[in-house]
């Protein structure tokens, strides 16, 4: 069973970059999928990028609209970890962010919580005004 454990989150002022990490423990070769998320105060965990992967070759790369061309995922093989390059963060940016992870490929990017079954404890990020 893969664990995950998301780091690099904290204060930054709107405009601002910040880099998550999520180290895995465990086997994520062959094909694996791997996503981030986000949680604000009261309201529902939402998909923020997902990555897909064969034999370490991307399938999908996706995003949600309201990061698209600002955030870039990725991984850093060597390490086993999963990056998440936020540039131009906004307010509304401020979330618990996760990491997620799933053993397998699905026909299309997986957007879905329920989608993954292992999860990290989550790292915060706050960016403000």
């Known amino acids: 069973q893969v664990q995950l454990v998301e780091s690099g989150g904290g204060l930054v002022q709107a405009g601002g970059s910040l880099r998550l990490s999520c180290a895995a423990s465990?086997?994520?070769?062959?094909?694996?999928?791997m996503g981030w998320f986000r949680q604000a105060p009261g309201k529902e965990r939402e998909f923020v990028a997902a990555?897909?992967?064969?034999?370490?070759?991307?399938?999908?790369?996706d995003y949600a609209d309201s990061v698209k061309g600002r955030f870039t995922i990725s991984r850093n093989n060597a390490k086993n970890t999963l990056l998440l390059q936020m540039n131009s963060l906004k307010p509304d940016g401020t979330a618990v962010y996760y990491c997620?992870?799933?053993?397998?490929?699905?026909?299309?990017?997986?957007?879905?919580?329920?989608?993954?079954?292992?999860w990290g404890q989550g790292t915060q990020v706050t960016v403000s005004s």
């Open positions: 465990g086997r994520t070769t062959g094909s694996y999928s």
């Open positions: 997620a992870a799933r053993a397998g490929l699905m026909g299309r990017p997986a957007r879905r919580t329920t989608e993954y079954d292992t």
């Open positions: 990555i897909s992967w064969i034999d370490y070759i991307t399938i999908y790369a």
